[in-house]
């Protein structure tokens, strides 16, 4: 795998693209951070390549959720404690789901009546916490 800068990727384009075929990746950097991946694909391999790209992106993405509960104390139990609670809630379409007190005072009281609020009650104790509530 080349590591190339945008100011090369730019100026030597055609280089690049040869490079590439002959590589399959490059990494595009910017002030020698890594920016993009480019991937050689054809017509033939484009749809698997976008679901294993978006497959590992969004693995990425639960690993870093999955950090993020560990440093604040929650357990894979209270994670899917809140998911099924919300799942929960949404299947009760017909019925608002009162705010929470610190969050429903943002909105005028004429707002207040049907406003359905979905989200983990974890999520929305942060929420209040960076909003000093």
Do not use: C
């Not at 800068?5 to 693209?17: L, Q, T």
């Not at 399959?24 to 910017?30: F, R």
């Not at 969004?58 to 994670?79: E, I, N």
């Amino acid at each position: 795998m080349r590591f190339i800068s945008v100011r090369e990727f730019r100026g030597k384009s055609g280089d690049a693209w040869k490079e590439l075929a002959k590589e399959q990746e490059l990494v595009i950097t910017s002030n020698g951070k890594p920016i993009a991946i480019v991937s050689a694909v054809s017509e033939e391999t484009l749809e698997d390549s976008l679901r294993a790209f978006r497959r590992a992106r969004a693995m990425a993405a639960v690993q870093r959720m999955q950090r993020q509960t560990a440093k604040k104390g929650l357990s894979p139990d209270d994670v899917e404690a809140e998911i099924t609670a919300v799942r929960s809630e949404r299947e009760k379409a017909d019925e608002p789901v009162p705010l929470v007190t610190g969050n429903a005072k943002h909105f005028p009281e004429e707002s207040r009546q049907g406003v359905r609020v979905v989200a983990p009650r974890f999520f929305i104790d942060q929420y209040s916490e960076a909003a000093g509530e």
